[in-house]
């Protein structure tokens, strides 16, 4: 968290400004000990929900689970099943195809297709030119819009 206590008399001084950072501190984890705030997983489920038909999910194991939304399946019953990952199939290897994917993960394995946007903590295959690169702070950004 970055704040900034204003100065007095021109100097910041932790001294001087400790009942603010006493309260702010507080405030701070009372803010976060609501658990309003979403996980990176959450925000991911919220984003291929409302965006994608298909969704693959790498496992820890190395499987991929495969979600396809419903013809006549809403965005809330998908949002659902994804939050719960109530899968459709199983797959040993992530498949994005030829068509432009929606990606949030941990690296960009295997490369993604021109025209794709995500988020990942290290992109290692795809190129900044071909892919629209997500910061997390994107991930939010695009669910107030």
Not at 76 to 99: I, K, Q
Request: proline share 6%; glycine share 8%.
């Amino acid at each position: 968290m970055d704040v900034k206590v204003p100065p007095e008399d021109g100097f910041q001084s932790v001294h001087s400004s400790r009942g603010e950072l006493a309260n702010l501190g507080k405030d701070t984890l009372a803010y976060f000990g609501t658990g309003a705030r979403p996980t990176p997983w959450e925000l991911a489920c919220l984003h291929v929900a409302a965006r994608s038909r298909t969704v693959q999910v790498r496992r820890r194991d190395g499987t991929v689970s495969v979600l396809k939304r419903g013809s006549d399946e809403d965005t809330a019953a998908f949002l659902r099943r994804l939050r719960g990952l109530e899968v459709d199939a199983t797959s040993h290897a992530f498949a994005p195809g030829s068509a432009p994917t929606f990606f949030a993960g941990m690296t960009d394995h295997p490369s993604l297709p021109a025209g794709s946007e995500g988020y990942a903590l290290r992109f290692l295959h795809t190129s900044a030119e071909s892919v629209s690169w997500l910061a997390a702070g994107d991930l939010v950004a695009a669910l107030k819009a």
